[in-house]
């Protein structure tokens, strides 16, 4: 193993991801060799790298899942939160959400025991497009579905264009390439309606099919060489 910045060795033994390692040098919980830890130190091969007291090896198994999130859950690995989906999910590799659904949503939701592709995923989240099938507890007009496609004003910015295509009375489709904290809901309530239902469908190529709600399986290799061909996946790590 060639040297290595400490949150991407944490990173790479499937603890957590880049962004939360950091989180967890700031906090003081990570030694190395014995003493604590700070952000921007070196590993090199040898040395013992603990967390909370526990010693990490380095790098971990790599499992990439798909679930199909039932409502409730909370896309979180806290363990102080009873819902979280980590827990629910009850894997025996330590995996952690990539991004989130609110706990009323449902759908594909990631997973993954790889820190470096949660934080890939999360970079690229504004160019790629996610899918939503959306229900309303009002008729979908036409004024409504140009207003949405247009921009909505919440969280003091106005919304990226997207497209929307009604699919029924009270439902509609939306494709979005932007992730603002509970957006759809936001711009729904912006324009005097309320979600009753929302369920992603898809995240880039990857499309939740026929999964049922609680139900995972693993990436295909298809799957995969899609997020390798958009800079997200390695096969191999420097």
Known sequence: MEEKRLNKFIADSGYCSRREADRLIAEGRVRVDGRVGVLGDQVSPGMRVEVDGKTLSGRGKRVYLMLNKPVGIVCTADPRERYNVVSYLHYPIRVFPVGRLDRESEGLLLLTSDGEIVNRLLRAEGGHEREYEVEVDRPVTREFIEKMQAGVAILD?????????????????IILVQGLNRQIRRMCEALGYRVTRLRRVRIMH????????GQWRELTEVEMQGLEKAGIYRKTFS
């Open 157 to 173: 910015t106005v919304t990226l264009p997207c497209r929307v295509r009604k699919t029924g009375e009270k439902s509609f489709n």
């Open 206 to 213: 990857i499309r939740l099919g026929n999964l049922r709600p």
